[in-house]
């Protein structure tokens, strides 16, 4: 069954950069996407293929996939991204979720 | 403004069986393929399986982990989609998300608010 590999925890200081990976076989031949998920709440998607943001979402997030890595990147990270990030992909017809990183901003 | 409800949620044996319940509004329900997503306390996402729209023949798709046991329908007159949950076991103690596919992508655009389900003797 298809994988996707995520580090579990990513720590940044604030106005820094974060970068957040995932990785699959040949994940760069498919579409992913990010969701961000804080605590008590429903994910909310952050990045759609590869790299595009939804209405709303902050122009510090932007996306990456190419090869088998696709990555998170948030630049000058503030306070309020804390959170849980999950990639999440398609194989065939089936849905995959990375396992989670928790962001922490200290 | 798109909403997805979900309800049923509780306390459930193992072995026993429990029906979810997903209402949707501000969209047209009938031509999205919907999921539900569940996640244990503390725990990552696992998607549990989908139902496409009637254009697709409702056709039904399942994790490894839960087929056989879980079925999903839906009653488009009603905008709700279901999921039947059979043989539950321990490990199945989740919150359980419904969620939209927008048309024709890769991503999942709006998640219900959760219902939790508890599988305990």
């Known amino acids: 069954s298809y994988e996707l590999t995520q580090p579990p925890s990513v720590s940044v200081s604030p106005g820094q950069t974060a970068s957040i990976t995932c990785s699959g076989d040949?994940?760069?031949?498919?579409?992913a996407c990010w969701y961000q998920q804080k605590p008590g709440q429903s994910p909310v998607l952050v990045i759609y293929q590869d790299s595009k943001r939804p209405s709303g979402i902050p122009e510090r997030f932007s996306g990456s996939n190419s090869g088998n890595t696709a990555t998170l990147t948030i630049s000058g990270t503030q306070a309020m991204d804390e959170a849980d990030y999950y990639c999440q992909a398609w194989d065939s017809s089936i849905v995959v979720f990375g396992g989670g990183t928790k962001l922490t901003v200290l | 403004e798109v909403q997805l409800v979900e309800s049923g949620g509780g306390l459930v044996q193992p072995g026993g069986s429990l029906k979810l319940s997903c209402a949707a509004s501000?969209?047209?329900?009938?031509?999205?393929?919907m999921h539900w997503v569940r996640q244990a306390s503390g725990k990552g996402l696992e998607w549990v399986g989908r139902i496409r729209s009637k254009a697709n023949s409702y056709a039904t798709a399942y994790a490894a982990s839960v087929k056989g046991r879980f079925t999903i329908s839906r009653d488009d007159s009603k905008n709700t989609a279901y999921l039947q949950m059979n043989s539950l076991k321990t490990e199945d103690t989740a919150v359980y998300y419904c969620?939209?596919?927008?048309?024709?992508?890769?991503?999942?655009?709006?998640w219900g608010q959760g219902t939790l389900v508890t599988v305990s003797s």
């Open positions: 040949k994940l760069g031949d498919k579409h």
């Open positions: 501000g969209f047209i329900f009938s031509g999205s393929a």
């Open positions: 969620t939209r596919r927008f048309s024709g992508s890769y991503y999942f655009d709006y």
